[in-house]
């Protein structure tokens, strides 16, 4: 959704009676309509009342008491198995098998389980020209123009975010600079050193029933088996979901499998279209991190004012350039 789509919702549930269960990743729109938290965090389900950051302080808290419970008892655990291997064929063996027979029924304690954490790193290859890319009254749409005639130009290492509501033309506008669309009129020019790296909006896939290892093979045949895996574990994807089918993903878990498709090509222009749908809060975060380390030129789509935050240089207002004329009454 974007923006004012978000706007809208957080009145509309704000002034619900009713009651409301929300899944999302977005922390900030959470943070302004919820009065309890449930946290499904692998096989276990917590309930926290009270507004989202108290829930998260919550959270912490008891991550931290079990990481504690659990180092407590791997202690014993360790000392215990200690004298039983010492103890198992002497004098002492009855306690040694007495204190077996008490390790094996303990209640083991888990370790507060996290997220694996992902971490990404876009290769750059480095560029001659002080302009990237130059875009000169570039005509964009299907039928007829969807925008105004864009002009603008970025400069070496400049990074810049389009924002704009649902269907006003940012992925049109994207898909014509990247000449996979045919302009209307107009040029969009990028310097001949630009190498580019993209990030389409949709999650599709030539072969849904390929796994994420062998849609990467298939790309890359040059890549061992062991360097896709790593990859993949580094982008936050784990060795299970590595060998499934990529249809079978969820959103997020695509959008890791895309990220780490990216990292394979050395590039000095990333452009994504809302890489950030269907991540997690850490997840964006680390995305956020990579972005900004990377020396070369970014554009950027995302519905997340907070995404933007230190990080572009500039943002393009496409709703501003639009051509079409918004009903009235659409608040949506
Ligand atoms: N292949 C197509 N043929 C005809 N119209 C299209 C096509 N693709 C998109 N459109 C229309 O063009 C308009 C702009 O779509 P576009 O995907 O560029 O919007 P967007 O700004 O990226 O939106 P979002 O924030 O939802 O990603 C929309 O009204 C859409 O319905
Ligand atoms: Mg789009």
């Keep these: 959704m974007d923006v004012n789509q978000i706007e809208w919702l957080v ?6 009676s009713g009651a409301a269960m929300v899944v999302s990743h977005d922390y900030d729109f959470l943070d302004r309509i919820t009065n ?28 931290e008491f079990q ?10 655990i360790e000392k215990a198995e200690r004298f039983i291997r010492k103890n198992k064929a002497g004098s ?15 209640d083991k304690i888990d370790p507060p389980s996290t997220n694996i954490s992902a971490s990404f790193n876009f290769p750059y290859e480095d560029t001659g020209s002080h302009e990237a890319l130059t875009v000169d009254k570039l005509s964009v749409g299907y039928n007829k123009p969807l925008l105004a005639p864009v002009t603008f130009t970025i400069s070496m290492g400049e990074k810049v975010g389009f924002s704009g509501f649902n269907g006003v033309g940012k992925s049109t506008l994207i898909k014509t ?13 990028f310097s001949p050193s630009a190498i580019i790296n993209y990030f389409s909006q949709d999650l599709a896939w030539d072969n849904n029933r390929m796994t994420p290892m062998q849609i990467i093979a298939d790309k890359y045949p040059k890549l061992t088996q062991r360097t896709i895996r790593t990859k993949l574990a580094k ?11 990529i249809h079978e993903l969820s959103g997020g878990e695509q959008t890791k ?6 990292e394979f090509v050395p590039s000095n222009f990333l452009i994504m279209d809302e890489p950030t749908n269907h991540l997690d809060e850490e997840t964006k975060e680390a995305l956020k991190r990579a972005i900004d380390r990377f020396p070369g030129n970014v554009i950027i789509v995302s519905h997340e004012n907070s995404f933007y935050d230190g990080l572009v240089d500039k943002v393009l207002n496409v709703e501003k350039l639009s051509l079409r004329e918004r009903a009235k009454n659409e608040t949506l």
Excluded at 235 to 245: E, F, R, S, T, Y
Excluded at 257 to 262: F, G, I
């Design 11 to 16: 009145d509309y549930l704000n002034n619900f």
């Design 36 to 63: 309890c938290i449930i946290n499904v965090a692998f096989g276990k389900i917590t309930k926290y009342r009270g507004n989202f950051k108290k829930a998260m302080r919550q959270r912490k808290e008891r991550e």
């Design 67 to 76: 990481q504690k419970q659990y180092e407590k008892q791997q202690v014993e």
């Design 92 to 106: 002492k063996s009855t306690m040694a098998k007495s204190r077996e027979k008490k390790l094996a029924h303990m």
């Design 177 to 189: 600079i990247l000449k996979k669309l045919p302009a209307k009129g107009g040029t969009a020019k």
């Design 235 to 245: 982008c936050g994807l784990d060795a299970q979901n590595a060998i499934k089918p």
């Design 257 to 262: 499998v895309k990220l780490a498709m990216m």
